[in-house]
């Protein structure tokens, strides 16, 4: 089961922790987006991979799960004789600031109706609540 609210507000973050608290990303998908971003180019499966030791598969994967949240990036490379192989970089980080500030955007404002439905939902409750004998 996730973790409450207060327990998450007390236990120590680091801004890498957002990529799991936004998306449900694994130590895996932080290993590779970090992989990237260490490498200052864009970098193949298989590089990733290896930068990481797993299995090609493996960062694959991970590295699907990157791109469905924006925040790497891929482009395709061709080859003059044909034929083609993808790269992957990080997304701007301020892109993917400014994705995350919507998203707890979205998130507080659904949690300020929700608080609001919660609170009028049992203050009638209450009112109507027959009174209790002495």
Known sequence: MPDSMSEQLRRDMECEGLLECFHGLKELDKECFRA?????????VDEIAESVDRERSTAYRAVQRLLQTGFIEKEQINYDQGGYYHVYSPTDPSKIADDMQR????????????????ETKYEQS?????????
């Open 126 to 134: 209450e009112a109507t609540a027959p009174a209790a004998e002495s």
């Open 36 to 44: 990237l971003v260490e490498s200052g180019e864009p970098l193949t």
């Open 103 to 118: 998203l707890l955007n979205d998130w507080y404002a659904k949690m300020g109706q929700l608080i609001q439905e919660f």
